[in-house]
């Protein structure tokens, strides 16, 4: 069974970070493109930042672009996502996911956790 955890959602001020974690499991770690999506009130869920099978590509939206860190650890089959400078425009419900093809459409990924609130005040 396949099953993606995520943590490290919270609340934080305007100019703080974050870190989230996602840890996967019942699938093969390494043969799977992951990515982290966001779904704020109101408005579909979007591709925040999407890693390569192999790690080595990595492709970041435009809003969260130079503020914002995918990687992952495959020994401990985890998924992180380093956030810096985090204003209110990036509070939503983040998602980690898996899937097949290095895609930022939602639709391409197969698994899904069922996300972490990340609340950003100003």
């Known amino acids: 069974q396949v099953r993606l955890v995520e943590s490290g959602g919270g609340s934080v001020q305007a100019g703080g970070s974050l870190r989230l974690s996602c840890v996967g499991s019942?699938?093969?770690?390494?043969?799977?493109?992951m990515g982290w999506f966001r779904q704020a009130p109101g408005k579909e869920r979007e591709a925040v930042a999407i890693?390569?099978?192999?790690?080595?590509?990595?492709h970041y939206s435009d809003p969260v672009k130079g503020r914002f860190t995918i990687s992952r650890d495959y020994a401990n089959k985890m998924l992180y996502l380093q956030m810096d400078n985090l204003n209110p425009e990036d509070t939503g419900l983040y998602y980690c996911?898996?899937?097949?093809?290095?895609?930022?459409?939602?639709?391409?990924?197969?698994?899904w956790g069922q996300g972490t609130q990340v609340t950003v005040y100003s």
């Open positions: 019942g699938f093969r770690f390494s043969h799977l493109a």
């Open positions: 890693l390569h099978t192999g790690g080595g590509s990595a």
């Open positions: 996911a898996a899937g097949n093809l290095y895609s930022l459409r939602v639709s391409e990924y197969l698994y």
